[in-house]
């Protein structure tokens, strides 16, 4: 895997260096005259994956994500952030933590090959944490002045996308549950019930199945607060990476290797061919479902994923607010107030005993 940085763009018009990604207008703005110019990176190469086993066994490319940038390491969570040489960072982005130290990058690395440019420029995304803060209930009043806007960054976050066939053995025992009516002597005097009786019969099977882009988050920072839709990304939009969409941005270099990635997306896989055997299985139940998965024509890419982070520290704990770069979706997480909280398990106490009262004690009509 290598990709060679390129020389630095400069505006076309006024040949300013001050150039940044524009996700609205999905093109390059320049900073000091305001003229939008294409990137050259829609025309960078093809998106390129790589055979696993092979790149287990080889050594890693080394070299930055971006055009003068510097390497950054928070002693916290542990995190690596390329940033751009203009922009001074005293706190981490993902924990706030004030412990960022530089990083002399001699380690070998994988080098991004394709990325997803950011879609959601600032402005939306700062709408979309108003939005998201006046929707909280049961918060701390004081939070929309400590969870401010201010603190909200683009960052370009690493994955590894894991590519694979799958074949899948399986054997079960298929239930085929069928029903026996029976009279019982019940207090209300004999009925008739169904009795359920479940036939087990072994068997067996195999599928065959082609997973694409498998995403496994490499943040160390990030990793446990991603759920549901803010992590789901459309990699159908993947491009050929280019350093001019990370102007403006900062970038995440990924904490997770190679090999671990792949046991957390082998072990999801798996969990995921298990179900869809489970599926091919006949009968309307079964047990002892035992499975088999072979991984073949294993492939992987290095990429990174657009994603506007805010992280806020209340009382001592870090939260976070993200919104996918891509799609818009919101995900976070707050504080709860425990006075609005106590005042609401006492409004539904008292209004329990009302209502308790005024039953035990009906007025006459």
């Known amino acids: 895997m290598s990709t060679g940085t390129s020389p630095a763009r400069v505006c076309e018009h006024c040949l300013s260096a001050q150039l940044a990604w524009d996700a609205k207008e999905g093109r390059l703005r320049c900073q000091t005259c305001g003229s939008l110019q294409e990137s050259s990176g829609r025309d960078a190469g093809i998106i390129l994956e790589h055979d696993l086993n092979e790149a287990l066994k080889g050594r890693r490319v080394r070299g930055p994500i971006g055009q003068g940038t510097r390497l950054l390491r928070c002693e916290t969570c542990r995190a690596e952030i390329e940033i751009p040489d203009e922009i001074s960072a005293s706190h981490c982005e993902f924990c706030r933590s004030p412990l960022v130290i530089p990083l002399h990058d001699t380690e ?70 069928h029903y026996e009516v029976v009279r019982r002597q019940t207090p209300q005097g004999p009925q008739d019930a169904r009795v359920p009786h479940t036939r087990w019969q072994p068997c067996s099977g195999s599928r065959h199945d082609r997973y694409t882009d498998h995403l496994i988050c490499a943040s160390r920072g990030l990793a446990s607060t991603l759920h549901g839709d803010v992590q789901r990304f459309d990699t159908s939009g993947l491009l050929p990476y280019s350093s001019e969409y990370v102007l403006g941005f900062s970038a995440e270099r990924y904490a997770v290797e190679l090999r671990e990635a792949w046991q957390q997306a082998k072990s999801a896989l798996g969990t995921e061919q298990t179900s869809r055997c489970l599926l091919d299985i006949p009968g309307d139940t079964q047990r002892d479902v035992r499975t088999n998965h072979q991984f073949q024509a294993v492939q992987f890419k290095y990429v990174l994923l657009p994603m506007w982070i805010a992280a806020y520290e209340y009382q001592g704990k870090v939260h976070h607010f993200l919104v996918n770069g891509q799609t818009g979706e919101v995900e976070g997480t707050a504080p709860r107030s425990a006075l609005k909280i106590a005042l609401l398990v006492l409004t539904v106490v008292i209004l329990i005993a009302l209502a308790f009262y005024v039953f035990q004690n009906p007025r006459p009509f």
């Open 108 to 177: 070998d690395h994988y080098h991004p090959e394709s990325l997803i440019p950011f879609a959601i420029d600032r402005s939306s995304a700062e709408r979309a944490f108003a939005r998201w803060l006046q929707s909280l209930w049961l918060r701390p009043r004081s939070l929309r002045s400590g969870a401010s806007v201010q603190k909200l960054h683009g960052v370009y976050l690493p994955y590894w996308a894991f590519g694979c066939d799958v074949t899948t053995r399986w054997t079960a025992d298929a239930g085929y549950t």
